[in-house]
């Protein structure tokens, strides 16, 4: 992108020469930021994907008593997050202030929607006695142990991903608090492009999170 | 006068001055050194351990400490010097300074990042020392569930914390160095000029974003385990302690690479610049670096031969164990075809690179070894195994670090080492490495378990003269903190380029200005052309 050099000059950072050398660094980072990031959850993964080949049945009859419909929103309000985000983005190119700060805005409060039902899942749970732990107890399989490792996942995939929720919505409060200061314009928009990238990419790990956690038995032997 | 002219000449060093100039610098050559101090801190903590563990193993009998507390020394040395002190050593300190440097930068791309990444280790070092004073942690470096999960009473989820931090500093520096060397170069440096220290940072950057980010999730699902009851490993709820061992070993014996890829870079420089001569077979050199990071990644499963996995996976890991000693070979072989026909002159650089590659050969070939099934079964948890990684680890990796700092020492500092000191301490740090480890070897293929403080008479004379080299070693160690710490004062005045070396990094005064180059050079050369340069000597002394 070339725009006028004293527009350029206003953000760009000594160690770099030209703005579109550092707005391409600032997204090869980013990007491999998130490649970390996919190993980070892929860990997880894996142990799901192991455990879950050993107890085919118990990780079924698990899953079933997940309230789909709760992460069936979730997933819808997540969704339109990202397209939100996606806006703000859009705005920021063009250089849009009000806009991109309504968009901002929207995309928390969506945020912040999704992780107050995470919460109203999670006390359900507690209720339920579905928290592994001495007290834990799932109906209609006689295997506990097992059924504790599928919650033991739950609980740490999703509690890792509200984590980056929450750290994500922080950025946004951020994002906002700086755009209403004035610090972006259409030459120089790059934080908002990469906390969106940040946000998309949170985003995609609860599209993969929802159907593997609360999907894998719907239509399975009913307890 | 021409030290008045060094003196008034703005450089790095007198950029700025004050404990603030220090701590909020943005400045990729203050950083380094700020973890040059950090790591050698470390050093000399890990060494204190080091040296416990081979004082207790004089007598056959434990009669200096408890079972418990040997298990803990070994846990604690193991995990300061991997953690602290080997993984950050030459990518944080040398890498650092010098990646920007020799790919005519002015910094990194991201030197805020870069100083969080300090500030990530320290505070990781800090958990880990309180972990250390609070009582210590004894699951041995490799936290095997379930006893790290379930049974050991110790300090496991502070020192876990600990290394979690500092691997979040390590992953800075690997995204750090990776954006740095495809988004920095100067104009004409083109892939194929690049130093073959940058093309092994390079590969090191890659295996640190990769393979750190699982080491991060595997610790946390410990802690989650010791912590909040989680039974993510836990065999009683139908969980998978081998599970554990798989991750852990998917980051940590990628870590090796981690370890000794940097080194291998330094190798490059040593080797070229002290024989006077372009490397040979650059581009294979250069090609061997990133095909250790991939295959690296394929090969973790020969640490679990004996841990109940499946005959035709243990072939398999097996197999590609060996593939991976192709590259290493590769590596060898070229230093050696370089030498061939070199001017070579005996500065201690490159008297600590010749240590470096004999040294790393017979740390690689006893890995083939134990990359073979059938030795391994024999020689897993001996002695036999702490040699093999001693000599990669020590013999390369801290070989190859001492290497670069003595090569690099005059630019970092501007100041000239005492050569004969020196040289004396290269010699006396290979006598000792090896009276120290070779006998390991032996003692492990006897069958001396490691991680053990009683042990039968028989071996009573091989572990007395581990001790000895032991000793050996650490007088060697201390000699350049001295001699290091005598030249910034009294050393001669090293000049911008006192080897006649053709990086980038000589191109400009010592020590470098605050912006490395005070103008941003034009590359029109590959590295290593010596050919203008060949007849002149190496000044040593």
Redesign the interface.
Known sequence: MVSEPHVETLALREQFDTAAQQKDASSLGMWIFLVTEVMFFGGMFLAYTVYRNMYPAVFGAASRSLNATLGAINTAVLLCSSFTMVLAVRAGQLGRRKVVIIFLVLTLILGMVFLGVKAFEWNEKFQEHHVPGPAFHLEGTPQQGEAQLFFSLYFAMTGLHALHMVIGAGLLALLIYQTYKGRFSAAYYTPIDMIGLYWHFVDIVWIYLFPLLYLIDRHGVKP | MITAAVEEQQNYLNAGYGLKSWLLTKDHKRIALLYLATITFFFFIGGVFATLIRIELLSPHGNLVSSDTYNKLFTMHGVVMIFFFLIPSIPATLGNFFLPMMIG???????K?NLLSWYLLVIGGLFAIFAMVAGGVDTGWTFYTPYSTTYSNTWVVATALGIFIAGFSS?LTG??F??TV???RAPGMTWFRMPLFVWAHYATAIIQ??????L???I??VA??RL?????FDP?????PV?FQ??FWFYSHPAVYIMILPAMGVLSELVSVFSRKRIFGYSVVAFSSVAIAVLGFLVWGHHLFVSGMSLYAGMVFSFLSYFVAIPSAIKVFNWTATLYKGSISYATPMLYAFGFIGLFTIGGLTGLFVACLGIDVHVTDTYFVVAHFHYIMVGGAIMAYLGGLHYWWPKMTGRMYPEGWAKLSALVIFVGFNLTFFPQFILGYLGMPRRYHVYPDEFQVLHVLSTAGASVLAVGYMLPIVYFAWSLRYGKLAGSNPWKATGLEWTTASPPPP?NFDQ?PVVTHEAYDYSAVIDEEVPVG
């Open positions: 930068a002015r910094d990194l791309a991201f030197p990042l992953i995204l750090n990776i954006v495809h988004r920095m974003v990769l393979g750190t980010p699982v991060a999730v595997t946390v699902l989650a385990e909040l009851h989680l039974g993510i009683a709820r139908g969980g998978d599970l798989h991750l912006h941003i």
